[in-house]
């Protein structure tokens, strides 16, 4: 079946510096979702991305879709106490019954004030 | 302002007792999605019903049963709880087309005593 890998596992960072994750997966995807999520709270949908070769930004979020459909990243800048939360990539392949999230292992974030 | 609302936020059950836990989404979408997350782990999908058709995951368990008798609500009924099914459960959404997002609930979390 499809796999994500995603990285770092965790990241701890001072507020203000700049962050980085990444997936990768073994087949292609039509759609990207990048998901942040609180302790005892649903994932949050942050960025979705359609295209390959697309590059969103939400506020100081920003993310790509890669070019091979195969990866994707997420950047954020300047990061903030409240950035702290777990977050998610996810591919979809789109499927007429309903699509299926296939989810990374998640990055958990950390920031010291 | 609720879009994807789930009830009870926490449930208490014992070992082997019966469970129903309630979702219910104001977005009108088509497509209704539970997943089980354990901690520190993605979110995994049980089934989704696409209106009123039901589509059962290759591996969930015959403990795990789901019911949406209208567009707005559906339920994840657990026959048996084990104490491995103690978890968040998460309901998710989207439209019925296949590139559109999900988007999730606060999940309940569900303790087995």
């Known amino acids: 079946g499809q796999q994500l890998n995603q990285s770092p596992q965790s990241m701890f960072i001072q507020e203000g510096e700049d962050v980085s994750m990444n997936c990768t997966s073994s087949?292609?995807?039509?759609?990207w979702l990048w998901y942040k999520q609180d302790p005892g709270e649903g994932p949050v949908l942050l960025i979705a991305?359609?295209?390959?070769?697309e590059l969103t930004s939400n506020g100081r979020l920003t993310a790509q879709f890669g070019t091979t459909r195969k990866d994707s990243f997420l950047n954020i800048s300047a990061s903030i106490p409240s950035d702290v939360g777990i977050y998610f990539c996810?591919?979809?392949?789109?499927?007429?019954?309903?699509?299926?999230?296939?989810f990374g292992e998640g990055t958990q974030l950390t920031v010291n004030p | 302002d609720a879009m994807v609302i789930q009830n009870p936020r926490y449930q208490v059950t014992q070992f082997g007792k019966p469970v129903t836990l309630s979702c219910s989404q104001t977005l009108n979408h088509n497509v209704m999605y539970w997943y089980q997350q354990k901690s520190s782990q993605a979110p995994k999908l049980l089934f989704h019903y696409y209106d009123k058709d039901f589509n059962n995951e290759a591996d969930t368990p015959d403990n795990f049963q789901s019911r949406r008798p209208n567009t707005s609500f559906c339920f994840l009924d657990i026959r048996s709880p084990g104490l491995g099914d103690a978890a968040m459960y998460l309901c998710?959404?989207?439209?019925?087309?296949?590139?559109?997002?999900?988007?999730f609930g606060p999940g309940t979390r569900l303790l087995v005593l």
């Open positions: 087949s292609i995807f039509n759609t």
């Open positions: 991305l359609y295209k390959a070769g």
């Open positions: 998710a959404t989207s439209r019925v087309r296949a590139w559109e997002t999900q988007y």
């Open positions: 996810a591919g979809q392949l789109g499927e007429t019954s309903g699509s299926r999230l296939t």
